[in-house]
Structure formats: C-alpha cells, structure tokens
C-alpha cells in the first residue's frame, strides 16, 4: 500500500504548482514583513536625500571633428597614422580625461589661490605641490559624456557652487581646444628632424650588427647546410654540419648496437644451440656415446665394475666425450669471433658519436648568441625600414587647421543635479523590495518544516494519509458533526485511506502520534473514532498519553481510573469505559498520572489490556504521548498493528518529524503513513487550505487558540 500512496502522491506533484502562484502566496504570508522593510527603506532614502549638500552641474558642449588634410594637393596622400573612427573618438574621450589636461586647468585658473574653489571644496590646507591634489578635485567632479549619433561631446562639471561649476566647466573644455591645436601645429617638423636623426643610428647599427653576425659564425665554425628562415631563432644548430654528421652517425650506432645485441644472444645460446652442420657432425657421436653407456651399464649389472670389458667400454665412453667436447667447443668459438667484431665496431662508433655530441653541444651555446645576434640584425632591419617610410609619408602630408571647436559654452545652473529625489527614492524601494525578498527567501530556505503534504512520501519514506485544515477550538465539535464540513471531509478521507492499509479495512489497533506536543493527534483520534462509531463499528479511544492527556477540550471525560489504574494491576477496567459527551462512543481516559509511565508500559499488562480490548471492540484507537523525549510511545507502537504519525503543518523540522518515525520502527512499531493537520491560507499555493472545493466555511477565521 505504501508503493500505491508514493505512486499518487507522485502523479498529483507532476501536476506541479506554478512558480507564480507560489511567490504570489509568499508574498501574502510576509506582506507585513515587506511593508515594514519597503517602508523602512523609503524613509532612509528620503532623510539621506534631505542630509546630502545639494550640487550643481554645468555644462560645456564642444564639437570634436576627424583630420582630413591634404595640404600638398596631392592625390591620394594622406597622413597613414590616422585610425578609425572608434578609435579616433575613444583617444579624444580619454584625452579630455586625462591628468595633465586637468593639471593644465589648475595652472591657468590658478586655482591654489581662488578662495572660492578652495571654500567649495573644503581645501583648508594645500600642499607644497598643489597641482596634482587640485587636478585630483576636478577629475573627480568632471564628466565626459558623448552625444549619442553624432561628434559632440558635452563636458560636465559639478560643484556645490553654481558660478564655479560654469566657469570650471567653459575653462576645461578651452583649454583642450588649446592643447589639441598646441600639439598639431610644428609635430611635422619636429618629427622629421627626429626621423633623420634616427634614420642614421639605425643604418650605422645595422652596419655594426651584420658585420658582426658573419664575424661570429665564421669563428665559431657555424657552416649551415641551409639557411634558417627568418625569424626562426631555434633551427640554427640543428643545420650545421656536425648536425648532418651526427644524425648520420647516430643512425649507424643504432644498427651496430642491434648486431651486437644479436651476436650477444647467439653467444648465449651457443652452450644449448647448435648450427645445423655442427649437430650433424657431433649426433653420431652422441648416439654412440649412448650405445656404449646402455651397454657398460648391462655388463656392470652381471659383471661388476671391474671387468675387463666394463674398463673398455669406460674408456671409449670417455674418449667420444672428449671428441663431443671439441667439437662443441669449435662451434661457439665462431660465434664469439662474431660478438667480438660487433662489439668492437659498436664501441668505435660509440666514441665518434659521443665526440661529435660534445661538439654539437659546444655549437648550441654558441647557437643562442649566434640567434641573439640573427635577431638583432632582423629587427634594427624592420625599425630602419619603418622609419623610412614614415620620413618619406612625412614629407609629403602636413596639418591644417584645428579640428575642435566648442559649440555652446556653460551656462550658470538655476537647479540643483543632486541630490535627485525620485531617482533616490526609487533606489531605496528596490533596496527594501531586495531586503525584503532576501530576507522572505532565507527564511524560506531555513524552514524545515511541511508546507506541501504532498512532499511527505519523498522526505520521510511513508505514505500521506489525509490533509487536515485549521479550525479554531470553538467551531471543532460543529465541524465533527456536519459531515458537509471541510474537517469532516478530511477526516472521512483519512478513514478511507486507512481501509485500503489491508485486505481486512482499517486495522484493528491504530496509535495516533505526533513527535512533540499540540499538533492535532488528540483531534485526529477523535475524529477518526467518531467516524468508525457511525460506521456501525464497535470502537474504543484509549487515551495513551499518561502524562499530559488532550481529550478533554473535545469531549467531557471525568477524572478517575483509567489506563495507568489497568497498568497497576487494577482488573476491573469495564468500570473505567467512559461514554464523553457529545461523542457517543467509549473511552478510557488516562487515569492518574504516574510517576513511572514508561515503566508500566513496559511490562506484560499493556499487551494483556490491548487483548482484553480487541475482544471487546472492533477496533482500539490509541490517543498516544509525543514520540521525542519520551520513551511511552514506542512502548505502545510496538503493541499495536500501526501507527498513524499527524504532522503539523508550517511548524517543527523535518528533521526532528523524521527522528520521531526512526524511533518508533526502532521500537518495533510499523508506521502506517503520516496525516498533516492545520492547514491554512498558507498552504493553499499548494492546492491545500481552506475553502478547497466542499463549500463550507468551518474554520475561516485563524483563530489564536488553534487546535491541539
């Protein structure tokens, strides 16, 4: 059954809940908390913005045009160093930017000594050199903002002063028309006399660097087979001839090696192994060798071993071994004469290699001067090459006239740029409404407890049961009784749920749990004890929790005996079943607290009281004690045939649900599934809460004085 109620829970959360829906109902559950935090937020943004010293901002506009000269009237010439248009504007941005421009502002403004600037911006004391602390100030109150789609530039500046702002403002944008023309006007002289001071250094060097790389490899002994490809600084040495030479040798130390390894392995193998005319000429040998030995060994047998013919026979034995010995010894002298050859060749052209590696080596050193030196020359080359074709583009392009001009000069501001009220304030809403969500998604996050029943058979491993919604205390026993209300709805499910447990219906002995205090199981038992009394069943709620019992707000049970008098040893526990009011069905309450329950349900007589019952009822409903901290209800669980675990919605941890269950299997106790109660305005994103579809009203109000 468990497999069926994971496989519909399953189906029901492909359904899936849409994500707007959620938010949408998290923001309603924390609508006091956003309030506070977005109002919270507003109101610190409106005070900062009545505390900021409000500022001025004027504006200067200046038209930046490309050079486009052709002062020669010649066709086609045109200064080669221009870039593109991007690039152009960009170089101007950072250039109006720029520290020597505002430097140049201070000079000509003469700032260090202008009461007004130095009042406007708190400078009380100035230092010994007040150029760069007074450009700091302006770059940090300039703005360079493009115009959009066009060659115009406006140059804001901002200051607590209106008068100052338009002044600052005029005086940068005329002092970068003057140094853009101061740096135009005599850079083709300039740059020509430089150039051919240049020119002259370079040829002279290029002179002294070739001069000195053919110098170098002629004394060094650097004689390539091919010449390197320019550039290539690491192919020299592996061109020159002791490279050829040595490759060649190299490839030959390599074949004599492999000879000499094979003669080695016929040398070691000459003990065992024959060539085909030696075994031809010692087989005889051995085959009579081995007649003579069968035959001594006969004649040794009946003879003895000083018999004439024994003694003969010994010593033509020793003679053809003799004659084998030679003979063996002649074929491996052969093979040795052949290692020692290979051998000798290999070693000779180990010596040469190994000389011609020193000298290869000698040259790389030599190589990496020789590369430096390659280098040298190819680059003076290039630089001597573009120098000259700059001299010769010089000489034919020159400059016209300035190609900036301001358009509109600043004006004094009437109204304050800052502090800006609306940007300010929205600024803060999104702020607050950043906060508040941060804050909603961390407490989202850190809460653990059940907000979708639905997710119960994925982080606990039991089937749900049934979904209870909240009432108040007031309106339970109203509920109960309508079997039209959403309460009795719920719990009917609950109870149909419970008869597909077995073949049988609903099991005979059910426990009620929860894993701490006030979480619906006391409501939950006499619901579902309400719902098999009107189902013709005979049924009993016992009341298990002995220490602290919660019937009593649904029902009218008296004090007296009860569970712990049976416990004791009290035998006449008919005279304990109770008829509560307005309920119909019997109860035994609890009885007397004890002061050692756990020891009373340990023993035999709460399995003897249970069989008593079975006998007696149809079925037997345990009211039980919280699972955490106490140890009475794995007691109980282990007696029963299952218990059902009631969870309370939007309280506790999951984790602290999931030790409870862990307890109760410890126990012995078979958990039949879980029911969540106390379902509110909160869960109904998750298709849960009130008014989900039977019509009826019990409960709407979400009363302090929830149920137990």
Known sequence: ????????DAGA???????????????????????????????????????ITPKYQATARIEISRVQNNVTAVEGVETQDQVLDAQYYDTQYELLKARSLAEQVVREQNLASDDAFLEAYKIDVLPANPDKVLAS?????????????????????????????????????????????????????????????????????????????????????????????????????????????????????????????????????????????????????????????????????TAGEEYPTVKALTNQIGQLEREIARAEGRSGSAVRARYRQAAETEQGLRNRVNELRTEFVGQRRDSVQYNILQREVDTTQSLYNALLQRYREIGVAGVGENNI??????????????????????????????????????????????RDPAEVPEL????????????????????????????????????????????????????????????????SS??????????????????????????????????????SNVLRGEEDWQSMVQVAAPFKFDVIPAGRQPPNAAELLSGDRFAAFLEKLGDAYDHVIIDGPPVLGLADAPLIASGVDGVVMVIEANRGKMRMISQALDRLEAGGGKVFGAVVTKLDKRNESYGYGYGYGYGHSYGEKNSADETA
């Open 1 to 8: 059954m468990a497999d069926d109620y994971a496989y519909e």
């Open 13 to 51: 959360r492909e359904l899936g809940v849409p994500v707007a829906e959620r938010v949408w109902q998290t923001i309603k559950n924390n609508k006091i908390l956003i309030a506070v935090l977005v109002i919270s937020s507003l109101l610190i943004g409106l005070v900062a913005t009545l505390l």
């Open 137 to 301: 100030v302006l770059l940090a109150n300039v703005t360079i903002v493009p115009v959009g789609m066009s060659n115009l530039v406006d140059v804001k500046f901002k200051s607590t002063d209106r008068a100052l702002a338009a002044r600052l403002a005029n005086a940068w944008a005329t002092e970068y028309v003057a140094s853009n023309l101061s740096r135009r006007f005599g850079a083709t002289t300039e740059a020509r006399q430089f150039l051919e001071g240049r020119l002259e250094q370079l040829r002279q060097k290029l002179e002294d660097s070739e001069r000195e790389l053919i110098t170098y490899a002629a004394d060094r002994n650097l004689f390539t087979i091919q010449v390197p490809e320019e550039g290539s600084s690491n192919t020299t040495a592996a061109q020159t001839l002791v490279a050829s030479d040595l490759q060649a040798l190299n490839s030959s130390l390599a074949q004599a090696t492999a000879e000499r390894i094979a003669a080695q392995s016929a040398l070691g193998a000459a003990s065992t192994a024959l060539s085909a005319e030696d075994e031809a000429t010692i087989r005889p040998l051995r085959e009579r060798r081995a007649e003579l030995s069968a035959e001594r060994a006969r004649l040794r047998a």
């Open 405 to 450: 001009a301001v358009v509109d000069t600043a004006e004094v501001p009437d109204v304050p740029s800052e502090p800006n009220l609306p940007r300010n304030l929205l600024l803060s809403l999104l702020l607050g409404v950043a906060a508040a969500g941060g804050i909603i998604l961390l407490r989202e996050k850190l809460d653990q407890s059940v």
């Open 460 to 523: 606990l491993g039991v089937p749900l049961l049934g979904s209870i919604p909240l009432v108040s205390d007031g309106t339970v026993n109203d509920a109960l009784d309508s079997r039209h209300s959403e309460l009795y709805e719920a719990y009917f499910n609950l109870f149909t749920n419970l008869g597909f447990l077995s073949e049988d219906g609903v099991p005979k002995y059910i426990m009620l749990g929860s894993s701490r205090p006030a979480e619906g199981k006391s409501l």
């Open 526 to 563: 006499v619901a579902l004890t309400k719902i098999l009394h009107e189902r013709g069943k005979r049924v009993l709620l016992l009341d298990g929790d002995m220490r602290k019992s919660g019937l009593s707000k649904y029902m009218e049970v008296t004090g007296g005996k009860g569970l």
